[in-house]
């Protein structure tokens, strides 16, 4: 499989701009963005896209169409990159991340691990959810801050990547989590992270689209459902995953940039959830949601 590297450069902040509307753009399949420094002194920067399974010329030119009246003035350079594995590649010397009482990290940094917390080893892997991403960390810090509050029987990861919010939840609660993903990579990465980190007797792991797989049905109704997706299959997944949940009930969203938490809110309010804490990291939005009687 191919993979192509489109890069745009420019100034910082036409960078930073361009990789927005790179992201808005590629939303739905969810094709990885990074914008980052060229030059050591700042004078040139550039937004890049991986995609897949196409040639060069073709990758610059879906580009192009997709950004449609966003286009920029900067030259759409696209390369073919050798074959390697560039998820892992762009992932290497990733420093360890702490959220609320959670410190995420890889093998090379476990003697790093605070006394006091609890550590997560997540290798950076084909599934997303190393804790760096500003969705990960919000998760992470509102999932702590909860669970400090009080307790939850049924709780649901809704696409759980590497595993890492399934993982820290049965680590600092001790008791059962189901973590799902559409991805059946992620979903064999959550397994096996989840027994690296001694919660694989806790973590239950399967692969399924969304909510309707007749599975949920016996491990729910859920009091806490954990999903770090995206606006648009959030949005479409509102009544499913709202039907899954108890009446009284506690929802963590993320996957979302802060001009996406209305559309958000009003889907689950439709379900009768009502917004109680919202934390916003790099442009990143996680919303705290509640139904019934229970409060932030
Ligand atoms: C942004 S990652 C989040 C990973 C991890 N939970 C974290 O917080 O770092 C989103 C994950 O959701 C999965 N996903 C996307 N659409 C889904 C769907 N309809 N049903 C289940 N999982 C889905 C993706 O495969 C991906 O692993």
């Known amino acids: 499989m191919p993979t192509i590297r489109v890069q745009i450069r420019a100034p910082e902040i036409e960078a930073k701009r361009i990789s927005e509307v790179l992201e808005r753009a590629f939303e ?31 990758a610059a030119d879906c580009v192009r169409d997709r950004v449609g009246s966003d286009a920029f003035a900067a030259p759409v350079e696209a390369e073919e990159l050798p074959e390697e594995n560039w998820v892992e590649k762009s992932l290497e010397g990733l420093k360890p991340v702490r959220a609320g009482r959670f410190f995420v990290h890889g093998s090379h940094d476990r003697d790093k691990r605070p006394a006091n917390a609890l550590a997560i080893e997540v290798e950076a892997a084909l599934a997303f959810g190393t804790g760096h991403h500003g969705t990960t ?18 709780v649901l990861d809704l696409g759980t990547g590497t595993g890492v919010l399934g993982i820290g939840i049965a680590m600092k609660t001790r008791r059962p989590v189901i973590a799902t ?29 969304g909510v309707d797989d007749r599975r949920f049905a016996d491990y729910g109704p859920f009091d806490l459902v954990v999903a770090n997706i995206l606006a648009k299959p959030l949005v479409r997944m509102a009544a499913p995953v709202s039907r899954r949940m108890r009446r009284e009930a506690t929802l963590v969203l993320s996957g979302l940039r802060i001009e996406d938490g209305p559309r958000i809110i009003s889907a689950y309010g439709m379900q009768g959830f009502r917004l109680v804490r919202r934390r916003a990291i790099e442009g990143w939005l996680t919303l705290v949601l509640t139904r019934g009687r229970i409060g932030a």
């Open 181 to 209: 993903d559409i991805d059946p990579i992620a979903t064999e990465t959550a397994a096996e992270n989840s027994r690296k980190n001694g919660v694989g007797a806790l973590v239950t792991c399967f692969t399924a689209a």
């Open 28 to 58: 739905d399949e969810g094709n990885p963005v990074t914008v980052y420094e060229t030059k050591a002194d700042g004078s040139e920067w550039a937004a890049e896209i991986l995609l897949f399974d196409m040639a060069a010329e073709e």
């Open 137 to 154: 960390a919000g998760c992470l810090m509102e999932l702590d801050r909860l669970l400090d509050r009080r307790s939850y029987s049924r």
